[in-house]
């Protein structure tokens, strides 16, 4: 079983977007895709209603998902972390202690453009156009990603 970790700040808003369209992309018997946040703030909630909105815009369901912390566990409960932001980055970093753990975290964006370093724009406070955008960026990665790994 390979085993996908979306990451973002607060885990309401990009990241349940994340795991939501990867989920839809792959063999779930064969990918196990979760996501979690740096932050603990909004732990437990569901997903932002603008982000169960687009999601639901586009055929997809993450009502059943609850924010949770990223936790350093996650390093090796995972085979490979993606951040969606530079600060994401730094944060997940900052509890690794291995290489190993280190090479498992990549900005989502990279997968597309490598080398580039784009990050996915927080679309809290802004407004729906923002969570349309996200959403966008994120079906292309994740793209990507399905056929990167071949389920
Ligand atoms: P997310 O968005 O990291 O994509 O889930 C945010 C959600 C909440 C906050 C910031 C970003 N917040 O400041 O509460």
Known sequence: MKKILMVCLGNICRSPLAEGILKSKVNNTKVY???????????????????????????????????RPFSKEDFSKFDLIYVMDQSNLN??????????????????????????????????????????????????????ISLKIGD
């Open 91 to 144: 944060n997940v970093l900052h509890l690794s202690s291995t290489t190993e753990d280190k090479s498992k975290v990549k900005l989502i964006m990279d997968e597309l453009l490598p080398n580039e370093g784009q990050e996915v724009p927080d679309p809290y406070y802004g407004g729906e156009q923002g969570f349309e955008n996200v959403y966008q960026m994120l079906d292309k990665a994740c793209e990507k």
């Open 33 to 67: 895709v979760d996501s979690a946040g740096t932050s603990a703030t909004h732990q437990g909630e569901l997903p932002d209603p603008r982000s169960i909105e687009v999601a639901q815009k586009h055929g997809i369901d993450i009502t059943d998902q609850r924010s």
